[in-house]
């Protein structure tokens, strides 16, 4: 079992950046497919970026494409997300999600284990 912490969240102004963190214990996340998905309030949780085991593909929803950068350092055993150019419509709870069989991509119910989440907001 595996166990994420996001870190990373808070308050920013539009255009401007963040960078979330997830740091794993209990296992190393080597062997794990990771992503990052967001809920915004009265919506469904979203896919918006993923990353290989050995960070060799890394893959993006089409709203976050071009602004946001998944990356992982598995000596580190963390997983980060810079945010740039952010937009109020990036309003959000960020979580962490691991998939033990590699899988980096898909909707939630692939994913095994999940952080609790942080808040980031942006202002207009």
């Known amino acids: 079992q595996v166990q994420l912490v996001e870190s990373g969240g808070g308050l920013v102004q539009a255009g401007g950046s963040l960078r979330l963190s997830c740091a794993a214990s209990g296992r190393t996340l080597s062997s794990y497919g990771m992503a990052w998905f967001r809920q915004a309030p009265g919506k469904e949780r979203e896919f918006v970026a993923g990353?290989?085991?050995?960070?060799?593909?890394?893959y993006y929803a089409d709203s976050v494409k071009g602004r946001f950068t998944i990356s992982r350092d598995n000596t580190e055993n963390t997983v980060s997300l810079q945010m740039d150019s952010l937009n109020p419509e990036d309003t959000a709870v960020y979580y962490c999600?691991?998939?033990?069989?590699?899988?980096?991509?898909?909707?939630?119910?692939?994913?095994?284990?999940w952080g609790q989440g942080t808040q980031v907001t942006v202002s207009s």
């Open positions: 990353i290989s085991r050995s960070a060799g593909n890394s």
């Open positions: 999600a691991a998939n033990r069989y590699g899988t980096a991509i898909g909707g939630r119910g692939l994913f095994d284990y």
